[in-house]
């Protein structure tokens, strides 16, 4: 990989100074826009999808609170392990940032001194938008959009190639897609657990499970029609 940035006459090469070069015409203040959106607005943008999600099904309550939030909760940590996974991916690979074989750059961002395949914010967003997919298909379609953006970004502020992102693109979607089962199988039993306790269940549901007051009960703390009859015929035997 580290060979391909060698030579400015490939694909990838000239695509990084074609969108490069837009930061190069662009105006100071859109350039510091851009800066801010590729390194935190977009990946803030996709986990604020994220919430939103959590905060309509927990709102919502339900049978199938637990297992929806479940799906939510593994966005933002199949981004994490993503990212875990990319760490021995940079290493084997050492593929040097674009600016440091490439003169006339325009790098938006110092200290990226660090090595270019695969890139991390590529891998975080589109595992968080792919994860989300899974969960909510209208809003993941909006983060997948966002993530595609976030790509971009970063091959405009001069400090990825386009195939360091394309490789996060295809290494975080195949981390939440591959490992959802598995995580759904441990994530769905925590959250049904953690929505029986009296204390944190309002993180799964705000109307809390039916069980407290009687599973149907349209009024919190109210018997259930079952419950009501069970209580006349006791009366009627007495």
């Known amino acids: 990989m580290a060979g391909l940035a060698e030579s400015g006459s490939n694909p990838d090469v000239d695509l990084l100074?074609?969108?490069n070069g837009l930061a190069k015409a662009a105006p100071h203040w859109f350039d510091r826009v851009m800066e801010f959106t590729g390194e935190y607005g977009l990946l803030l943008a996709i986990?604020?999808?994220?919430?939103?999600?959590?905060?309509?099904?927990?709102?919502?309550?339900?049978e199938d609170a637990a297992p929806a939030v479940a799906a939510l909760a593994w966005?933002?940590?199949?981004?994490?392990?993503?990212?875990?996974?990319?760490?021995p991916i940079r290493g084997f690979v050492e593929r040097p940032r674009p600016f440091?074989?490439?003169?006339?750059?325009?790098?938006?961002?110092?200290?990226?001194?660090?090595?270019?395949?695969?890139?991390?914010?590529?891998t975080?967003?589109?595992?968080?938008?792919?994860?989300?997919?899974?969960?909510?298909?209208?809003?993941?379609?909006?983060?997948?959009?966002?993530?595609?953006?976030?790509?971009?970004?970063?091959?405009?502020?001069?400090?990825?190639?386009?195939?360091?992102?394309?490789?996060?693109?295809?290494?975080g979607t195949a981390v939440a897609?591959?490992?959802?089962?598995?995580?759904?199988?441990?994530?769905?039993?925590l959250c049904r657990a953690v929505e029986r306790s009296p204390r944190v269940g309002w993180l799964i549901s705000a109307r809390g499970r039916a069980g407290a007051g009687g599973r149907g009960a349209v009024i919190p703390g109210a018997r259930t029609e079952r419950e009501a009859a069970g209580a006349g015929e006791r009366d009627l035997a007495a």
């Open 17 to 19: 100074y074609d969108i």
């Open 47 to 62: 986990l604020g999808l994220v919430l939103w999600c959590w905060w309509g099904v927990r709102r919502r309550g339900g």
């Open 75 to 87: 966005a933002p940590l199949a981004a994490g392990i993503a990212v875990l996974v990319n760490v």
């Open 100 to 122: 440091k074989d490439h003169q006339g750059l325009e790098v938006l961002v110092d200290g990226k001194n660090d090595f270019s395949f695969v890139s991390d914010h590529a």
């Open 124 to 171: 975080l967003v589109m595992a968080m938008a792919v994860a989300l997919f899974v969960a909510r298909r209208k809003f993941g379609l909006v983060a997948i959009v966002l993530a595609v953006l976030g790509g971009f970004c970063r091959v405009y502020m001069g400090v990825h190639y386009p195939t360091d992102v394309v490789g996060g693109f295809a290494l």
């Open 177 to 189: 897609l591959l490992l959802s089962p598995v995580a759904m199988a441990l994530l769905t039993p």
